[in-house]
């Protein structure tokens, strides 16, 4: 029974949605860990100069739950959560960015190297991945038993 119910969320999901999904509850448990247990703050000056961490932890709860949501939605509706999705670590590269240039954070480099690729960079990608299937490889053709 669960292996029927979860190849209908596949189903129903499809490949981008499934990758929505995931990413929403990724990016909703991130904030809740910067909500309930903030690690440092160092590199995020820019963002702390306007309010607390806890509050910019919203921005990945809400952006996870739009992203999550959105994996229900058809093919070419769900892109609101691939922008939404874009949002958090796109943020947290700019405020990585500008540690750097200020000379608050030298290790700001790597840390937005890091969001740049694994994250804005991942998600342009899937993007763009188009739902339908690939279609399996050509068969070989089996040989006869004649002689």
């Known amino acids: 029974m669960p292996c029927r119910a979860a190849r209908r969320l596949h189903q129903h999901l499809g490949r981008r949605g499934i990758f929505l999904l995931l990413l929403g509850i990724g990016k909703t448990c991130f904030g809740i860990m910067w909500l309930t247990d903030p690690p440092g703050t160092q590199g995020l000056q820019l963002l702390t100069r306007f309010c607390d961490i806890r509050h910019w932890s919203w921005l990945w709860i809400t952006a996870g739950l739009i992203t999550a949501a959105s994996s229900i939605l058809p093919v070419g509706r769900d892109r609101f959560g691939f ?3 874009l949002i958090p670590p796109s943020v947290w590269t700019v405020a990585y960015l ?8 030298s290790q700001g480099l790597w840390f937005a190297t890091w969001y740049l690729t ?16 690939v279609p399996p490889a050509p068969r070989r053709a089996r040989r006869g038993k004649g002689g």
């Open 83 to 85: 922008v939404a999705a």
């Open 98 to 105: 500008t540690g750097i240039i200020l000379g608050e954070y």
């Open 118 to 133: 694994s994250h804005v960079g991942v998600i342009m990608w899937a993007a763009t991945v188009p739902e339908y299937s």
